[in-house]
């Protein structure tokens, strides 16, 4: 950041005052690429706390004015400070737009995004800052849960990590498509989500080997294997294949939505509610569908399904 006397804001090559911002004000802000905005020094003291204390700091007098007209005598007023800064256009104007009171344009996307609210930090401006959270939980952003996980973490908005961690649930973390999105991450932050994907496969593991369900000596047990009614022995090989089918799909996709789709529709599920003892006389149901499907419903819904986060807030 860059202060220059006003009387070389004309002269800049390529300047050019935007729209909106070519009002009178004792501040002129300078974009990367050379749109100048005029503000007010007292809404960047209001608003933003890196301005406040900027402008706290003891700065050269300068002597040069512009002429102005009052009461139709002409009189000398100060010309208005540059101050340069390193954002481009594209950034500042939401970002003055929204200090300022103004329309408000459309930001739905994560670049156009992403800027704003990292200038916004770096500015010390929590206005446009909780406002472009409340954007960030629209759809065009919580599709992007990894995105929307690592602006939170960063941020400090506890709420929304737990959220965002909970939408990632739906992804795998192992898929190439999102090591660029896991790289944005702090270590900590990175591992507290791996930790929550892990302990749900895993939690979900040990569940199904814990009563109402067959315990793992049961499986590994032929002799064991009997008909509750006829005390025939049976076989337990259908619902090891539906475990290991349930297994596989919560690696992929651990929020486990997709596992109580596939008890319905997976032949697998099937052929395990259809199984029944071989006895001609018996032909009882191995395995029962409706308590089983409850049952495995149940272990779901009671696995860890967000971040343990530290409260950075009251949210």
């Not at 300047?15 to 100048?36: E, I, M, N, Q, T």
């Not at 932050?189 to 067959?214: G, T, V, Y």
Request: glycine share 2%; aromatic share 8%.
């Amino acid at each position: 950041m860059q202060t220059e006397k006003s009387s070389d804001i004309d002269t800049k090559p390529g300047s050019k005052y935007h729209p909106l911002f070519s009002f009178d004000a004792d501040v002129v802000l300078s974009s990367r690429d050379g749109v100048l905005f005029r503000v007010p020094s007292t809404t960047l003291k209001m608003t933003s706390s890196w301005f406040r204390t900027m402008f706290t700091l003891p700065q050269a007098q300068s002597t040069a004015t512009t002429p102005s007209r009052t009461n139709n005598k002409s009189v000398r007023s100060p010309e208005p400070e540059l101050i340069n800064l390193d954002e481009d256009a594209s950034t500042l104007e939401p970002l003055l737009r929204m200090i300022c009171g103004l329309e408000i344009l459309t930001l739905d996307t994560w670049d156009a995004v992403e800027p704003v609210l990292y200038a916004a930090e770096k500015y010390d401006m929590p206005g446009p800052a909780s406002i472009v959270r409340a954007l960030l939980r629209t759809p065009a952003f919580t599709d992007a849960p990894l995105r929307l996980y690592a602006a939170a973490c960063h941020f400090g908005w506890a709420e929304d990590t737990r959220a965002a961690s909970t939408r990632s649930l739906t992804l795998d973390l192992h898929s190439p498509n999102h090591r660029s999105a896991l790289l944005r991450l702090r270590t900590a932050d990175l591992f507290a989500l791996i930790e929550l994907h892990h302990s749900r496969r895993a939690q979900f593991r040990s569940r199904l080997a814990e009563p109402p369900f067959l315990a793992d000596t049961q499986l590994n047990d032929p002799t064991a294997a009997r008909c509750s009614r006829c005390r025939e022995q049976i076989s337990y090989a259908e619902w090891r294949e539906l475990k290991h089918a349930m297994f596989d799909e919560l690696e992929r996709r651990p929020a486990g939505d997709t596992v109580l789709i596939g008890l319905e529709e997976w032949p697998i599920a099937q052929a395990c509610w259809t199984a029944r003892c071989k006895k001609s006389i018996c032909g009882s149901p191995v395995y029962d569908k409706t308590l089983s499907s409850k049952a495995i419903k149940d272990v779901l819904d009671s696995l860890p399904s967000a971040v343990e986060v530290p409260v950075y807030e009251a949210s």
